[in-house]
């Protein structure tokens, strides 16, 4: 599931359409990213957004909650910084959890994750930031499976 190279990012974006065609440098998505709020200890800035695709930025300063996508694959190319990604397993809510937020996965595969990795999600597969390294920036490819 994990990947060291972009390859898995650009073959990703081989199911774009010519008019979702999209070049910007790395000062304009930080621009892009400063612009965002912060929610819960993560910023997101859209690049792309379509029916057939999401393209982020995601800035993280704290571990996120475990999620599934039902439908949609994703990538996560760690632009910078770095922290553990559990991917795959079961979701586990706690006995009287009022919110996700104290959930965590259970038997997946973790990883530590820092800039240039790559990391591929299977639609409706788990995944979760279960610690971050005083931040990670990555950019966040979601696509429909089977949609061309």
């Known amino acids: 599931m994990f990947k060291t190279s972009i390859v898995a990012v650009l073959f990703t974006c081989l199911s774009l359409r ?19 709020t912060a929610n819960r200890g993560m910023k997101t800035a859209p690049v792309s957004n379509a029916d057939q695709h999401r393209i982020n930025v995601v800035n993280r300063v704290s571990p996120g909650t475990p999620l599934t996508h039902v439908g949609n694959s994703e990538v996560h190319y760690i632009i910078d910084g770095g922290g553990t990604v559990v991917v795959g397993g079961n979701i586990i809510h706690p006995a009287g959890a009022t919110s996700g937020a104290d959930a965590t996965i259970e038997g997946g ?40």
């Open 18 to 36: 010519a008019a979702d065609i999209v070049i910007l440098s790395n000062s304009e998505i930080g621009a892009i990213l400063s612009k965002a």
């Open 109 to 148: 595969q973790m990883r530590h994750v820092t800039k240039g990795d790559v990391v591929f999600v299977p639609a409706g597969t788990p995944h979760w930031y279960k610690e971050v390294d005083g931040t990670i920036t990555y950019l966040e490819v979601r696509f429909e499976e089977g949609k061309k």
